[in-house]
T-cell receptor
Framework: AQSVTQPDIHITVSEGASLELRCNYS??????LFWYVQSPGQGLQLLLK??????LVQGIKGFEAEFKRSQSSFNLRKPSVHWSDAAEYFC?????????FGAGTRLTVKP | DAGVIQSPRHEVTEMGQEVTLRCKPI?????LFWYRQTMMRGLELLIY????????DSGMPEDRFSAKMPNASFSTLKIQPSEPRDSAVYFC???????????FGPGTRLTVL
């Protein structure tokens, strides 16, 4: 069965610092992988997705993620965090019929 | 495009009352999903439709929950009777078959007293 693990429940970084959010997945075939962001009181917004091809994926708001098959990981990165990036981030695996979401990582940004 | 539209945004009701949540998917999308988000259980898929037909409702918690999609532009999720443990944020999402990318609505925050 497919599943997603986000090991970090809560991360705090200083504004301007780099960020990496971890995501590990379990999937029987080549996965479709996603990162979504949820601001307080809002729905989930797609940041980026990986279906195939280049394993380094660029997304919106300056985010990128790298698919590493050998590590079953799809970590999200940003070189310099802005205060507006404070939100909850969800990694997801699957496709139309069976999308599984991780528990989420809450990001706090210190001034 | 206006995106996925959900109403109401907030609903407060008393235990035992019927609650109806509404969703309008993005035009042209042929999949529609209903999710529930709680602190304890995270984001759970309740049911999804393809071309207005329910495909998998295994995530619907109990018979008190029902969902319909009478046409391509409208779906409802109904809870009758509601209970305090149904308090959660309910999201609707839609996508096109050829994209595999779900687009979420803003959610309905349901509080059952």
């Amino acid at each position: 069965a497919q599943s997603v693990t986000q090991p970090d429940i809560h991360i705090t970084v200083s504004e301007g610092a780099s960020l990496e959010l971890r995501c590990n997945y379990s999937y029987g075939a080549t996965p479709y992988l996603f990162w979504y962001v949820q601001s307080p009181g809002q729905g989930l917004q797609l940041l980026l997705k990986y279906f195939s091809g280049d394993t380094l994926v660029q997304g919106i708001k300056g985010f990128e993620a790298e698919f590493k098959r050998s590590q079953s990981s799809f970590n999200l990165r940003k070189p310099s965090v802005h205060w507006s990036d404070a939100a909850e981030y969800f990694c997801a695996v699957g496709g139309n019929n069976d999308m599984r979401f991780g528990a989420g990582t809450r990001l706090t940004v210190k001034p | 495009d206006a995106g996925v539209i959900q109403s109401p945004r907030h609903e407060v009701t008393e235990m035992g009352q019927e609650v109806t949540l509404r969703c309008k998917p993005i035009s042209g999308h042929d999949y529609l999903f209903w999710y529930r988000q709680t602190m304890m259980r995270g984001l759970e898929l309740l049911i999804y439709f393809n071309n207005n037909v329910p495909i998998d409702d295994s995530g619907m918690p109990e018979d008190r929950f029902s969902a319909k999609m009478p046409n391509a532009s409208f779906s409802t999720l109904k809870i009758q009777p509601s209970e305090p443990r149904d308090s959660a944020v309910y999201f609707c999402a839609s996508n096109r078959q050829d994209t595999d990318t779900q687009y979420f609505g803003p959610g309905t925050r349901l509080t059952v007293l």
